[in-house]
């Protein structure tokens, strides 16, 4: 995560913006950017989204590595993703080239997981229960999926999920839009 925050200050800094007007933009207090453009805080997937809106880039900047471009992802090659402090692993199970719209992912969410605080973001969202179940929340009303079920919904609406199984992980393949992972 170090290359996060270190492009979170890189691109302050690009942007002429004082820790206090990213606060003020982002709600986060100074103390708190602080420690986080210094890698002493952790930090939620959905403050790194709050912060991208206020610096004006997709969330997808700052995992941004690599230029490759691929259009086949053999299962020897695709990356596993995991944001700090969130027990979900991503699998990337798309191709990468430039300007491209859709995040396909394998998540995989382990027994017991409990629920996530819900966000929201432009774009939309498609799931799909390869295995186990999920309970997926969207504009308050809790969805419980098995294998097989779908759901699909436009990102604006608050939302969260949650594997309720204790003893069964969960596998979903996702296709989002915007794109969340560059790489």
Excluded at 70 to 87: M, V, W
Excluded at 92 to 114: C, K, M, S, W, Y
Aim: glycine fraction near 6%.
């Amino acid at each position: 995560m170090e290359h996060v925050y270190k492009k979170i200050r890189a691109l302050r800094i690009h942007q002429e913006l004082t820790l206090k007007d990213l606060s003020e933009k982002s709600g986060f207090s100074v103390s708190f950017l602080s420690q986080v453009e210094r890698g002493n805080s952790s930090l939620a997937i959905t403050s790194l989204q709050k912060i991208a809106e206020c610096l004006g880039v997709p969330i997808t900047y700052f995992f941004e590595v690599e230029k490759d471009i691929s259009y086949h992802t053999p299962i020897a090659k695709r990356k596993t993703l995991q944001i700090e402090g969130s027990p979900v692993k991503y699998v990337r199970i798309g191709g990468n080239f430039p300007d491209r719209a859709l995040e396909p992912l394998l998540n995989v969410l382990p027994p017991g997981q409990t629920k996530h605080v819900a966000f929201q973001h432009p774009g939309e969202e498609f799931y799909y229960v390869v295995k186990g179940c999920v309970t997926i929340v969207v504009d308050e009303t809790e969805y419980h999926l098995e294998q097989g079920d779908t759901i699909h919904f436009p990102s604006s609406l608050l939302h969260t999920w949650y594997n309720p199984s204790i003893v069964e992980e969960a596998e979903i393949l996702s296709v989002l839009t915007p794109v969340i992972f560059r790489t």
